[in-house]
């Protein structure tokens, strides 16, 4: 069932881009707020606010931003744990916000998810065997015999000792738990992981390795990660590219290297240079910004950067700025990027 | 946050942790005095009724009219009531008709009262809505009366004394259940178990339901106690099980008649009911405190 009108238009588009996997096109997801008796208007947090991009296959695409931007909620649209209220999903060009519920459960097993904190993901009354081997209760009719081979290899996989299987989650440190999540989420070979602040809840160390552990399978499977986090070093360190999020909109899209090196967007300036360098001599001028991140329920006019946004113009409080790609492989929203910043800061 | 036994690779420690944990609740609840002895107390008397007849094998209902309300003898340990019936036959008997109808009414509660709570309070929405209205409608209804109706409207047979006890007093389960069941839907593993594909039922029954567990045992221990003391309340106002048929209820209405010339028939009885309800609700209490830590203030 392939598109060929599609196929073709992406051909044309991008010659040398790999090939896409997930396709997100204008999704938005509103939450309602309780409203109270007396007032009219019924109020929507705009967690995601028509949000697009592409996903390649094989690669890692990082998602930073501040708390409360949005991140989480644009990385659960995308495997469906949250319906889009509005826009397109695609999965290998399958439009997957189309699909009903029986349908969609074919998809699902293509993209799984590790969450932030692998205490509270990891049932506590059951012991690592039967939380390995759930993804098969659920899929197949696999045999204990079958079941206990696989949880064996997994577990393998993921670097914990098969005698792991007999404990209970209280009983592992916080990374063998991470594992235990990661071998749950691989255990069905899917194409695609949301690894969701996936190392955030683990010490540093420990962070490493975890991190080292998801580039290996990631070679070894051919998977491709969307990776949710706010330490922006671990983002460096495994994305192949990076969105930037603010207030439920990407404003920055970019291949990794490029965006720490000189961003474009005065937020994404902003967000990394309070990003700490292990390196006492590099001396970076941090960008302190003004005032709050403003409230989603009721996001400012235009752009919605420009009440903090220490180079706003007129024209940025009245007209949105669309997201554009202004150099290869680089989207932008703003009406003024950093174009000339870029030498400041490369010294 | 880590358990001291986490970095522990070798096998057989990784068990040995598992047994302390495992442990930990019934060592909790062996430290609370009142709770033990309870527990110590019911397992005596159970043993004692559902046992003793083997032992004491006189016939509980065998009437002897000449030997009417008598005291303590060789051949009737405990006297004999207005029939000439032997009393510690009676009481055994009685206690055994007792404690099945508490159980009996206490698994019955458990049922609807955790189907009700767990489906509301996982699905939401309407299901929730019809549920729990209709959960606080009962509990606005004084559910001893309505147990009386019923009974005169349905009889008097065990099974209906059961089932309308059971009827009238699952609410308090469901609304346990119902708000423990709103804490979990909204934890991690529920929502991972959803992320990766589970169905509804499966996740209610494989994550949600064994949270649960702890706190449905410490409302059927105290379930039992109040099914126990309804059923007495019932049989006494003389609308529970019907004679000639035992229960401690019925026995005490019976007693009330000679409570001046043989106040044994009526203490026995009375102290039996009282002595076991007691002793199930400490042992509830115990058992909320044994299996959750946190109900004791700190951690």
């Known amino acids: 069932m392939v598109n060929l009108e599609k196929t073709a238009l992406e051909l044309i588009e991008s010659p040398r881009k790999p090939p896409v996997l997930v396709r997100v096109k204008n999704a938005k997801k509103y939450f309602k707020l309780k409203k109270g008796i007396f007032s009219k208007n019924q109020q929507y947090v705009k967690a995601v606010d028509k949000v697009s991009f592409e996903i390649f296959k094989g690669e890692t695409f990082g998602l930073v931003g501040e708390s409360g931007s949005g991140k989480s909620t644009l990385g659960r649209v995308v495997i469906g744990l949250h319906e889009a209220d509005e826009g397109e999903i695609y999965f290998e060009e399958n439009e997957i916000t189309a699909l009903n519920k029986r349908e969609f459960q074919k998809v699902r097993k293509e993209m799984q998810i590790i969450f932030q904190d692998p205490s509270g993901s990891l049932n506590p009354r059951m012991k690592v065997q039967e939380l390995i081997s759930e993804p098969f209760d659920v899929y197949t009719k696999m045999t204990k015999k079958e079941k206990e081979e696989k949880v064996a290899t997994l577990l393998e996989k993921v670097g914990l000792g098969v005698e792991k299987k007999l404990s209970y989650p209280h009983e592992l440190s916080g990374g063998q738990r991470q594992r235990v999540c990661i071998a749950r989420a691989i255990a069905l070979n899917p194409k695609f992981i949301l690894a969701d602040e996936a190392v955030s809840a683990l010490d540093v160390s420990v962070q490493a390795q975890v991190i080292n552990l998801l580039k290996d399978l990631q070679k070894e499977l051919g998977l491709t990660y969307l990776f949710i986090a706010h330490g922006l070093n671990v983002v460096r360190y495994i994305s192949d590219r990076v969105g930037v999020m603010y207030l439920g909109q990407l404003v920055e899209v970019a291949e990794t290297e490029e965006l720490f090196d000189h961003p474009l967007h005065p937020y994404s300036a902003a967000l990394l240079s309070t990003n700490p360098v292990a390196d006492p001599r590099k001396r970076k001028e941090k960008v302190v910004l003004k005032g709050e991140i403003p409230s989603p329920a009721n996001p400012p006019a235009g752009c919605r950067f420009h009440t903090r946004c220490p180079i706003a113009q007129e024209i940025c409080k009245t007209k949105v700025p669309d997201l554009v790609e202004i150099q290869e492989g680089r989207q932008v929203a703003c009406h003024f990027p950093l174009l000339t910043n870029s030498k400041e800061e490369t010294e | ?299």
């Not at chain 2, 000439?84 to 036959?89: E, F, M, Y």
């Open chain 2, 1 to 299: 946050m880590s358990n001291p036994a986490a970095n522990n690779t070798d096998l057989n420690q990784v068990r040995v942790s598992a047994n302390i944990k495992k442990s930990t609740a019934w060592t909790r609840l062996k430290k609370n005095k009142a709770a033990f002895s309870a527990l110590i107390f019911l397992v005596l008397i159970h043993l004692l009724i559902f046992v003793g007849p083997f032992i004491w094998t006189v016939n509980p209902d065998a009437t002897n009219p000449a030997g009417m309300l008598q005291g303590i003898t060789a051949s009737h340990p405990l006297g004999t009531d207005d029939l000439g019936r032997d009393v510690l036959a009676r009481m055994m008997k009685g206690g055994q008709i007792t404690l099945l109808v508490g159980f009996g009414a206490m698994f019955f509660t458990v049922l609807i009262g955790g189907l009700v709570g767990m489906l509301a309070g996982y699905y939401g929405k309407w299901v929730d809505i019809i549920l729990m209205r209709f959960t606080e409608a009962m509990l606005s209804i004084p559910n001893f009366f309505l147990a009386l109706v019923a009974l005169t409207v349905f009889g008097k047979s065990p099974l209906m004394v059961v089932l309308v006890i059971a009827f009238t007093s699952w609410m308090e389960i469901a609304r346990v259940v119902y708000g423990e069941t709103l804490k979990w839907k909204e934890s991690e593993f529920v929502e991972a178990s959803e992320a990766l594909g589970s169905s509804s039922v499966r996740t209610l029954y494989k994550h949600i339901f064994p949270q649960i567990i702890p706190s449905i045992i410490v409302s059927s221990t105290l379930g039992i106690a109040w099914a126990i003391l309804t059923e007495s309340a019932i049989s006494y106002l003389g609308l529970g099980i019907q004679p000639p048929t035992a229960t401690w209820g019925n026995m005490l209405q019976n007693a009330q008649q000679y409570i001046w010339t043989t106040p044994m028939l009526g203490v026995l009885p009375g102290v039996a009911i009282a002595l076991v309800v007691l002793a199930y609700n400490f042992l509830g209490d115990g058992l909320r405190d044994a299996l959750d830590p946190k109900h004791r203030g700190g951690k």
